[in-house]
């Protein structure tokens, strides 16, 4: 099996790539906002630049830290020592069906072979307390998933996701990590990820040293569903992280498939509910291959232009005073702000993104509320 995706660009240059990791590791800059930025302002050094002035007319000033060039050089020289690869979007190694998503990483962290990140890829996830069936389900399945070429992709945790990576090992598994290569969690799978680096890759968008939080999980599962043709749930309680993952793999355009579970047993609540709700029932690797084959050796989705930023104007100081007023903790829709402040969109668009990089607007989708933190 090949994967003939294309999502190549010319690498970066040394300087490109400090400031892009100066530009994404500066307070209140995320996937999405990076994104707007350089394609507001067509490179990470212009954004920078812009970014002072920005931050000031959004209401914080010198409160924002952004982040030095010493500080990425630093960082960059610890990654080197560490032999890990630091890879941009839209270059050659990064992966393509991640590279379509809007909030795909503008850098990963890279253990490993980088040639694995470019392989078509299929997600197993589940429950961290599986049940000894599911293990050897996800043992089998994993296995015969990765010997018809896909690589499996999973999170790292305990039960499903690490049974998913250890029965794929010889052909290349990737493990997308919460925190930073310094800070692995759990902190037993070590091992593992040695181990896994030799045919496939750990990849994490964190700094090296950063210790994952529970908001980091999330976070953690767009990547692994968006890195992958479809989601395989194996095993599930009714609130899990892996039902995070089948949401997002949804609001990715990607398959979700669930493993069938007894009724009696709470571990797989969150698969049959699933099941209810359309995802495709899996009880061996070919009812997979048979939604996935179609996909493969097809040119697959090009890297997704960064969010589309609509024209903007500086604000006139009114509008200025009658939007932050009408802003509060509770989310808006965009067109509804629009519509009843009168304002104009551009000039609107342009408080917005000041008061997003002060990091005093959170986005709820569509929808926008003032940051009360």
Known sequence: MGNSVDTTCASLSDRERRDWLRLIRS?????????????????????LE???????????????????????????AALAKRGLDLVAWGESDYPPHLAAIEDAPPLLTVAGSRAALTRPMIAVVGARNASAAGLIFTERLAAELAATGLVVVSGL?????????????????????????????PPEHADLVQ??????AAVSEMPLRWEPRPRDFPRRNRVVSGMAL????????????????????????????????????????????????????????????????????RPGPPPREPPEWPDLAEPEPADRSRVTALLGPTPIALDDLIRVSGVAPAAIRTMLLELEVAGRLNWHGGRVALSMS
């Not at 307070?27 to 954004?47: E, K, Q, V």
């Not at 495709?280 to 179609?294: K, M, Q, R």
């Open 27 to 47: 307070d209140n800059i995320g996937p999405r906002t990076f994104h707007l930025l350089l394609r507001r302002y067509g490179s990470a050094a212009a954004a």
């Open 50 to 76: 812009a970014l002072p002035a920005l931050i000031e007319r959004g209401g914080m000033g010198a409160a924002t830290r952004l982040c030095s060039a010493d500080q990425a050089e630093s960082e960059l």
């Open 230 to 297: 479809g989601v395989v749930v194996v095993e599930a309680a009714q609130r899990s992280g892996s039902l995070i993952t089948a949401r997002l793999a949804l609001e990715q355009g990607r398959d979700v498939f669930a493993v069938p579970g007894s009724p009696l047993d709470p571990r797989t609540a969150g698969t049959n509910a699933l099941l209810k709700q359309g995802a495709i029932p899996v009880t061996e690797a070919a009812d997979i291959l048979s939604v996935v084959a179609p996909l493969l050796g």
């Open 195 to 200: 181990a896994l680096c030799a045919n496939g």
């Open 157 to 185: 945790a305990r039960g499903i996701d690490a049974a998913a990576h250890r029965a794929s090992l010889a052909t290349g598994t990737v493990a997308v990590l919460a925190g930073g290569h310094d800070r692995l969690y």
